[in-house]
T-cell receptor, first 112, second 114 residues
C-alpha cells in the first residue's frame, strides 16, 4: 500500500443539488473499482462498484463513471441529502487484483 | 448474515507499551482478512492481509505485527508502541480473490499513543 495525500479535498454542496466527486487512479492495469463512504468515526461502507469493461454504472441516487483513457473515476450523487455528508474514497485493484489501493478521499459537506 | 467486530473501540496507551487489537468475523468461512491504518484526514493504508490461518503478508515495514490464530480471528500487535502508531485502525474481510469484490469493514479502533 502506498501513502496518500497530505490534505483532504473538501466539496461543499447545497442540499438538493447534485454532487460530483472525482478520483484519479494510478494503475492502468486496474480493472475493478469501488467507491466507499465513511462517516465520522466509522468504517467505510460500500456504495457502488464498476468493472473496466463498463464506463457507467447506476445505483440508487448514485452513478459511477469510468474513463480509462485518462484513468479517472467519478461518483455522482443526485439530490444530495444531509445524510450524504461523509468522506468518500475510491479504490482500485491495481496490484494484479490482490488488494485494493485507496485514494486519499474527498470530504463532502452538505449545506442546508 | 455476516458481521465483523473490533475491540476495543478506543484505546489510549503510553509510548513503549504493548498493543493487541482484535478482530473477529461471523457468518462466513475462510475470509481474506485485512488490517488498515487511517491517519487523521488521510486515506487508508493497508498494513497486513491474510488469506488463511497462519498466513500473513505485510505491506509496509513497521513497528506492528499481525497474527491469524483462527479462521475468523485477526490480531494486530506491537511490543512497544511509538507515537507514530496513533491512528484509526480498521479491520476488513472479503471473500476469496480479494481485489475482485467488496471489502467489509469493521467499526474501527481509535488508538492514541501518548
Amino acid at each position: 500500500g502506498e501513502s496518500v495525500g497530505l490534505h483532504l479535498p473538501t466539496l461543499s454542496v447545497q442540499e438538493g443539488d447534485n454532487s460530483i466527486i472525482n478520483c484519479a487512479y494510478s494503475n492502468s492495469a486496474s480493472d475493478y473499482f469501488i467507491w466507499y463512504k465513511q462517516e465520522s468515526g466509522k468504517g467505510p461502507q460500500f456504495i457502488i462498484d464498476i468493472r473496466s469493461n463498463m464506463d457507467k454504472r447506476q445505483g440508487q441516487r448514485v452513478t459511477v463513471l469510468l474513463n480509462k483513457t485518462v484513468k479517472h473515476l467519478s461518483l455522482q450523487i443526485a439530490a444530495t441529502q444531509p445524510g450524504d455528508s461523509a468522506v468518500y474514497f475510491c479504490a482500485e485493484n491495481g496490484n494484479y487484483g490482490q488488494n485494493f489501493v485507496f485514494g486519499p478521499g474527498t470530504r463532502l459537506s452538505v449545506l442546508p | 448474515s455476516q458481521t465483523i467486530h473490533q475491540w476495543p473501540a478506543t484505546l489510549v496507551q503510553p509510548v513503549g507499551s504493548p498493543l493487541s487489537l482484535e478482530c473477529t468475523v461471523e457468518g462466513t468461512s475462510n475470509p481474506n482478512l485485512y488490517w488498515y491504518r487511517q491517519a487523521a484526514g488521510r486515506g487508508l493504508q493497508l498494513l497486513f492481509y491474510s488469506v488463511g490461518i497462519g498466513q500473513i503478508s505485510s505491506e509496509v515495514p513497521q513497528n506492528l505485527s499481525a497474527s491469524r490464530p483462527q479462521d475468523r480471528q485477526f490480531i494486530l500487535s506491537s511490543k512497544k508502541l511509538l507515537l507514530s502508531d496513533s491512528g484509526f485502525y480498521l479491520c476488513a474481510w472479503s471473500v476469496q480473490l480479494a481485489g475482485w469484490g467488496e471489502q467489509y469493514f469493521g467499526p474501527g479502533t481509535r488508538l492514541t499513543v501518548t
